[in-house]
C-alpha cells in the first residue's frame, strides 16, 4: 500500500481536461512540497511539476498543480493523445524520513 | 546535455549481491543530491536511497536498510548501489535519479534504468 493514495486511472476526452488527485497525510503532503512524474510507455519518468506547482523549463503550461491540507492536485488541459501515460505523485514524508511515491494514475485519452 | 548511465544489473540468485552504477555527465555532480528509483515489472516507482552531495546524509527506505548501500564518488562523478541479501521482492528496473533544485527532493533526471532479475 503506497503512503500516497491516487486513483487507479482516469480518463477524459482530447481536447478536455482532467484532474488527478493525491491524498496523503500531515506528515508528508500536509508540511511538504509535492512533485508530480510522467511516464510515458516504456519510458522512464518524467518531472511535470515540483514545489506544488512549478513546472521545470520545457514542460507545457497544459500542466499544473496544486495543493490544498493534505492533497494535491495534477490538471492537465486541452488533453491529447498523447498524454495518454501513467503518472505519479511524489513527496518527503518527516515521520518516515523518506520519499513517497503514489501508486499511479493511468490516464487514458478518449 | 544531463546524462546518467546506469550499469551493473542482471540476473542474481536469491542471497547473493550485486553492484549498480551510474555514470553521470554534463552537470557538476558534486552539487547535486542523487537517488536511486526502482519499478517492480508491472508496478509503480519506489524510491530506495537518497544520498547528499557530500554523503554526510543517508536515507533508505524500510524495504532495503540494512541490505543496500548507496555511494558516490564525486571524482568519478558516480553514484553506486551496493545490493546484498537479494530477494526475489528486489527484481526491478533500477534508476539513477538527480534530486533538482526545489525544496524536497524531486527528481528532475533519470537516467534509462538497469534491470535486476532476483531467481534462482
Known amino acids: 500500500q503506497s503512503v500516497l493514495t491516487q486513483p487507479p486511472s482516469v480518463s477524459a476526452a482530447a481536447g478536455q481536461k482532467v484532474t488527478i488527485s493525491c491524498s496523503g497525510s500531515?506528515?508528508?503532503?500536509?508540511?511538504?512540497?509535492v512533485s508530480w512524474y510522467q511516464q510515458l510507455p516504456g519510458t522512464a519518468p518524467k518531472l511535470l511539476i515540483y514545489d506544488n506547482n512549478k513546472r521545470p523549463s520545457g514542460i507545457l503550461d497544459r500542466f499544473s498543480g496544486s495543493k490544498s491540507g493534505t492533497s494535491a492536485t495534477l490538471g492537465i488541459t486541452g488533453l491529447q493523445t498523447g498524454d495518454e501515460a501513467d503518472y505519479y505523485c511524489e513527496t518527503w514524508d518527516t515521520s518516515l524520513t523518506a520519499v513517497v511515491f503514489g501508486g499511479g494514475t493511468k490516464l487514458t485519452v478518449l | 546535455q544531463v546524462q546518467l548511465v546506469e550499469s551493473g544489473g542482471g540476473l542474481v540468485k536469491p542471497g547473493g549481491s550485486l553492484r549498480l552504477s551510474c555514470a553521470a555527465s554534463?552537470?557538476?555532480?558534486?552539487?547535486?543530491?542523487m537517488s536511486w528509483v526502482r519499478q517492480a515489472p508491472g508496478k509503480g516507482l519506489e524510491w530506495i536511497a537518497y544520498i547528499t552531495s557530500t554523503s554526510d546524509t543517508i536515507y533508505y527506505a524500510d524495504s532495503v536498510r540494512g541490505r543496500f548501500t548507496i555511494s558516490r564518488d564525486n571524482a568519478k562523478n558516480s553514484l553506486y548501489l551496493q545490493m546484498t541479501s537479494v530477494r526475489a521482492e528486489d527484481t526491478a528496473l533500477y534508476y539513477c535519479?538527480?534530486?533538482?533544485?526545489?525544496?524536497?527532493?524531486?527528481?528532475?533526471?533519470w537516467g534509462q534504468g538497469t534491470l535486476v532479475t532476483v531467481s534462482s
Open positions: 535519479v538527480r534530486d533538482g533544485v526545489g525544496a524536497m527532493p524531486d527528481f528532475d533526471y
Open positions: 500531515s506528515s508528508n503532503i500536509g508540511n511538504n512540497y
Open positions: 554534463g552537470f557538476i555532480f558534486s552539487d547535486y543530491y
